[in-house]
């Protein structure tokens, strides 16, 4: 994991977090905007950021640390199109920002545009699991089981590969296979999330296997109060299958890809920077 934080800091982390250059330009309203603009950010009070930062942009319009934090804020309050437009503005500009290139890709994803015009920029393992769920979209399943395949050989990132793969194959209707990689016989033990627990457990009841389905959630979530687990635990007791839906189509699996990293960066990052996932 330490590998994984380290990978993903690089792609937006230093940018959070840098300091604009001390100029003249600074000591008028530029710099008391960017200040509050900053410490509203830090505060996780994006709408005022969002205020702050255009207001900042407006007299310095091509700054790249600007647009970049308009971009974050924009995400922040959940503005996915208006982050599009500056990320655009970036992309026109020949600014050289991973962030913008994130926001284009997922934009790309939405819109069933070309995802690989950007996954070369945005790290390793964004890049790595977006290209295998594109190959997948594409019928080549056997060079996306490669690509998978890959993401689990290279340290700290097998965690990820494995579990991507999983859900691959269960969409593809693989039960045994997938089974076999989140129950840890096929890479070892994985630590699993509440979403990777649900998962397993829909493909052990898709096996016919509802008594381990539900000795795995009983021992990997006790004590739960979640209305899904326990609906789920419902529908296990009284001996019915659960559906394997969490990935239905190689567009579920890229935007799952978003929210493994987001789930993984929580607590370890700034929240801004999570939420762009």
């Known amino acids: 994991m330490t590998r994984f934080r380290n990978l993903m800091s690089s792609v937006a982390f230093g940018v959070l977090v840098a300091a604009l250059p001390a100029t003249s330009a600074l000591a008028s309203g530029l710099a008391g905007s960017y200040l509050a603009a900053r410490q509203a950010s830090s505060d996780n009070q994006f709408r005022l950021a969002v205020q702050y930062y255009t207001r900042a942009l407006t007299q310095d319009r091509n700054n790249p640390l600007l ?43 939405r819109n069933g545009g070309d995802a690989t015009a950007y996954s070369d920029s945005v790290g390793e393992l964004v890049s790595g699991l977006v290209l295998a769920w594109d190959m997948l979209s594409q019928g080549n399943m056997s060079e996306a089981l490669e690509k998978f395949d890959a993401l689990i050989a290279t340290p700290g990132l097998k965690e990820f590969g494995a579990y991507h793969k999983a859900l691959a194959l269960g969409m593809a209707g693989d039960m045994e296979g997938a089974d076999t990689i989140l129950s840890g016989e096929a890479e070892g033990p994985l630590r699993m999330t509440r979403r990777g627990v649900l998962a397993h457990a829909a493909i052990l009841s898709q096996l016919d296997r509802g008594d381990d389905a539900i000795e795995l959630i009983r021992s990997a979530l006790p004590d739960t109060t979640d209305p899904e687990i326990l609906e789920n635990l419902s529908e296990l007791e009284a001996g019915r ?7 239905k189509t190689a567009r579920d699996g890229q935007a799952e890809v978003f929210y ?4 993984a960066l929580r607590g370890e990052t700034p929240d801004s920077l999570t939420l762009l996932y």
Do not use: C, H, N, W
Not at 241 to 247: C, I
């Open 67 to 109: 647009m970049e934090s308009l971009i974050v804020s924009y995400m922040g309050v959940g503005d996915v199109d208006k982050a599009v437009t500056v990320s655009r503005q970036m992309e026109a500009a020949k600014a050289d920002s991973q962030i913008a290139q994130l926001i284009l890709l997922g934009d790309a994803i």
């Open 241 to 247: 299958a659960l559906p394997f839906d969490m990935v």
């Open 260 to 263: 493994t990293v987001a789930a």
